[in-house]
């Protein structure tokens, strides 16, 4: 498997080719601003399902919902997530336990197998002190070492669940100064998930300044029908489409995007 992506190569993401012709550049980061009763966690599943077929390698973090679903969830798709993960090649973080008993919560993270961390806290003073480590180069899991990040495409599903735990403004100063550029450092193409409708209007705007394009997940009423859209609202310094797109479910969970 070739990682050895240029910095200034761009990649094209899944379903996205169309409304970002230009591709996206590692390092990049990407809010999603979505509706909680829309269908944002198909899409990313197929984001990443697609990503993995194309033979590249990804990267998930389960927050609101337990990893074994993301996995089964992965598995509809003919991804065999223990191969994928023995060879390197994915990574699914679980966060979401640690939401579960946040009163017996243990700044220490659990490495399973080699394959993927259980975090023990999603308490921002535990979170930094993980990621301290991360940015000085010790890495528990020795097959994503700094080197193998270098266009990985990480997808977390929610991080509005470490607002049920955290203050917006002990978050938002985690996050721009801690976990952005940790991403960056990465070159990591970092897309990010937060509920519409759960915080501050100053918290998204906050957001919406560090990040590099924003994407929204809205469900509408159209022609008497419930739809869910998806656009690329912004995209710094690139050219991009805005206009609403959307989005299909088939059997197996994928996510088709129509004009």
Same mark, same amino acid.
């Given at each position: /498997?070739?990682?050895?992506?240029?910095?200034?190569?761009?990649?094209?993401?899944?379903?996205?080719?169309?409304?970002?012709?230009?591709?996206?550049?590692?390092?990049?980061?990407?809010?999603?601003?979505?509706?909680?009763? %829309?269908?944002?966690?198909?899409?990313?599943?197929?984001? #990443?399902?697609?990503?993995?077929?194309?033979?590249?390698?990804?990267?998930?973090?389960?927050?609101?919902?337990?990893?074994?679903?993301?996995?089964?969830?992965?598995?509809?798709?003919? #991804?065999?997530?223990?191969?994928?993960?023995?060879?390197?090649?994915?990574?699914?973080?679980?966060?979401?336990?640690?939401?579960?008993?946040?009163?017996?919560?243990?700044?220490?993270?659990?490495?399973?197998?080699?394959?993927?961390?259980?975090?023990? +806290?999603?308490? #921002?003073?535990?979170l930094s002190?993980?990621? %301290?480590?991360?940015?000085?180069?010790?890495?528990?899991? +020795?097959?994503?070492?700094?080197?193998?990040?270098?266009?990985?495409?990480? #997808?977390?599903? +929610?991080? %509005? /669940?470490?607002?049920?735990?955290?203050e917006e403004?002990?978050?938002?100063?985690?996050?721009?100064?801690?976990?952005?550029?940790?991403?960056?450092?990465?070159?990591?193409?970092?897309?990010?998930?937060?509920?519409?409708?759960?915080?501050?209007?100053?918290?998204?705007? *906050?957001?919406?300044?560090?990040?590099?394009?924003?994407?929204?997940?809205?469900?509408?009423?159209?022609?008497?029908?419930?739809?869910?859209?998806? *656009?690329?609202?912004?995209?710094?310094?690139?050219?991009?489409?805005?206009?609403?797109?959307?989005?299909?479910?088939?059997?197996?969970?994928?996510?088709?995007?129509?004009?």
């Open positions: /498997m070739d990682t050895s992506l240029d910095t200034a190569e761009r990649v094209s993401i899944p379903l996205f080719a169309d409304l970002i012709p230009d591709g996206i550049s590692p390092g990049t980061g990407l809010l999603v601003e979505y509706d909680p009763h %829309s269908q944002w966690f198909a899409l990313a599943t197929t984001v #990443i399902a697609r990503w993995l077929q194309a033979g590249k390698r990804g990267y998930c973090v389960a927050m609101v919902r337990p990893r074994e679903v993301l996995v089964k969830d992965l598995g509809r798709f003919g #991804i065999d997530v223990a191969a994928k993960e023995e060879a390197g090649e994915l990574r699914v973080d679980d966060w979401y336990s640690a939401s579960l008993t946040p009163e017996h919560s243990t700044p220490e993270n659990e490495v399973i197998g080699d394959k993927y961390q259980r975090y023990g +806290s999603v308490k #921002i003073p535990d002190l993980g990621f %301290s480590q991360t940015l000085k180069g010790r890495q528990l899991l +020795s097959k994503w070492s700094s080197e193998q990040q270098l266009g990985v495409l990480a #997808i977390a599903d +929610s991080f %509005s /669940m470490l607002l049920r735990f955290n403004k002990t978050f938002l100063e985690w996050f721009e100064n801690r976990d952005l550029p940790l991403q960056r450092k990465l070159k990591r193409i970092n897309v990010c998930g937060f509920g519409r409708g759960l915080h501050t209007e100053q918290f998204y705007k *906050r957001l919406e300044n560090v990040f590099d394009g924003v994407i929204e997940v809205r469900v509408m009423e159209r022609e008497d029908q419930i739809k869910n859209l998806v *656009r690329v609202t912004s995209l710094k310094g690139q050219p991009h489409d805005t206009r609403w797109h959307e989005i299909e479910i088939k059997g197996n969970g994928e996510a088709v995007l129509t004009n």
